[in-house]
């Protein structure tokens, strides 16, 4: 089973909808964040949680809230979406806990394909 | 201003020769830095890492080096293998930053049969 699982895997919107992303992981870690692809710029960072009760923004931040639940559920929600949120978004979770002196590294989700009409 | 750039949105390599991925940075600050792989429908999977105090760190047929002075790190894969094609971002981070992950903007790799 995968650790880090996102739903929906697609959605298609309209303009103006609440729409909310699901994230649920059994790593055991207390990071998570929120990430949006888009061609030609990389993964960008929209929010990230450090632990239940820590919640920050990210890069790119406007037009989007959290919610974490639980250690292990993180939703990223869309108040009313629009066109330019078309994307790729994508959760992670990290240990901040150096793993053989490796760093801190973070683990992905299959993520959510997001279409705004 | 992209603090992660890699500046050539795909490269394609023969099989059995060497693939050279390039990354660069701007803030010196930078501390730890990612290699990610990404196919097609999947997350990005963690590759290889570096950290700031090595110059280089090999993984199997995988290579990064890191040159702090010119704020430049890249990944050599040899041999190139048809299923290594993928999307490559490259990430940095900071310590003084939480730990959070800047990334460049992905070069897609092809690699020939």
């Known amino acids: 089973d995968a650790d880090v699982t996102q739903t929906p895997r697609n959605r298609i919107t309209k303009t103006g909808k609440r729409i909310m992303l699901e994230c649920s992981q059994t790593?055991?870690?207390?990071?998570m964040y929120w990430y949006r692809q888009d061609p030609g710029l990389g993964l960008r960072l929209i929010y990230y949680?450090?632990?239940?009760?820590?919640?920050n923004k990210g890069e790119i931040s406007d037009g989007y809230s959290v919610s974490r639940q639980a250690q292990a559920k993180f939703s990223l929600s869309l108040e009313s979406a629009i066109p330019n949120q078309t994307a790729l978004y994508f959760c992670a979770t990290s240990d901040p806990l150096p793993s053989s002196g490796r760093g801190e590294t973070q683990y992905f989700g299959p993520g959510t394909r997001l279409l705004v009409l | 201003d992209q603090q992660v750039k890699q500046n050539s949105p795909s490269l394609s390599v023969q099989e059995g020769r060497i693939s050279i991925l390039n990354c660069d940075y701007t803030?010196?600050?930078?501390?730890?830095f990612l290699w990610y792989k990404k196919y097609p429908a999947e997350g990005p999977t963690f590759l290889i890492s570096i950290s700031s105090i090595k110059d280089k760190n090999e993984d199997g047929r995988f290579t990064v080096f890191l040159n702090k002075s010119a704020k430049h790190l890249s990944l050599h894969i040899v041999p190139s293998q048809p299923g290594d094609s993928a999307v490559y971002f490259c990430?940095?981070?900071?310590?003084?930053?939480?730990?959070?992950?800047?990334f460049g903007q992905g070069t897609e790799l092809s690699v020939k049969p």
């Open positions: 990430a940095a981070s900071a310590n003084n930053q939480g730990g959070k992950l800047i």
């Open positions: 790593k055991g870690h207390d990071r």
């Open positions: 803030n010196s600050m930078f501390d730890y």
């Open positions: 949680s450090f632990d239940v009760k820590d919640i």
